[in-house]
């Protein structure tokens, strides 16, 4: 099966500095990429999502790049605030359930 | 639009007790439905998946069960709690299995003491 490597595991960060977290996944018939935000004791909700015929994606802050060769994907987010900790999933997806990773714990410092 | 309504919010049972958690989604047919378990605030455990009505795949085995009634309606129940057993849980629903987003309920906080 899919077997999908997060890391690191927690990250410490100025407020506007950037911040990556990267994933790797095992499975080349993966073709979804997922990524899920979840804040304290809420539920994960999708942040920005790139599938296998892109390479990059980018909404405002948020950028995910994909590398398919390689079977990494990253999740770069740009000039931090303080709301933006919280823990991230990544995930790979394809005629399966998505695999998630273990998360990354973001942490923003004022 | 789509919506997903899971509960209780809380509960807190003794060890040895049974569970029902309960799940359901409107706005959409046929859904995609998932139970995760969460513990200690991080990795999403994939439980049980559902493609359709009385249609339930097990991930984990172990004293959980699942069950599917009707088409959004998907239910978790344990017939004696154990205290590892507690932890988050949260239901999920996608229109695929999965090369599509996964939209998670508010979640279960269960405490087993």
């Known amino acids: 099966g899919e077997n999908v490597e997060q890391h690191p595991s927690t990250l410490s960060v100025q407020e506007g500095d950037s911040a990556v977290i990267k994933c790797t996944y095992s499975?080349?018939?993966?073709?979804?990429f997922p990524w899920y935000k979840q804040e304290l004791g809420k539920r994960p909700q999708l942040i920005i999502d790139i599938r296998s015929n892109v390479g990059e994606k980018k909404d405002q802050r948020i950028a995910v790049t994909l590398n398919k060769t390689a079977k990494h994907f990253s999740l770069h987010i740009t000039e931090t605030q303080p709301e933006d900790s919280a823990v991230y999933f990544c995930a790979a997806g394809g005629s399966y359930i998505p695999t998630f990773g273990r998360g990354t714990s973001l942490i923003v410092h004022p | 639009s789509q919506t997903i309504h899971q509960w209780p919010a809380t509960l807190v049972q003794p060890v040895g007790s049974p569970l029902s958690l309960e799940c359901t989604v409107e706005?959409?047919?046929?859904?995609?439905l998932y139970w995760y378990r969460q513990a200690a605030g991080r990795g999403l455990q994939l439980l049980f998946y559902s493609v359709g009505i009385g249609q339930i795949s097990s991930e984990v085995p172990q004293n959980l069960s699942a069950s599917r009634p009707q088409d959004r309606q998907f239910i978790l129940s344990s017939k004696k709690l154990l205290l590892s057993d507690s932890g988050f849980y949260l239901c999920?629903?996608?229109?695929?299995?999965?090369?599509?987003?996964?939209?998670f309920g508010a979640g279960t906080r269960l405490s087993v003491l």
């Open positions: 706005g959409t047919s046929n859904p995609n």
């Open positions: 999920a629903w996608s229109v695929t299995t999965g090369s599509d987003i996964q939209y």
């Open positions: 499975d080349s018939a993966s073709n979804y």
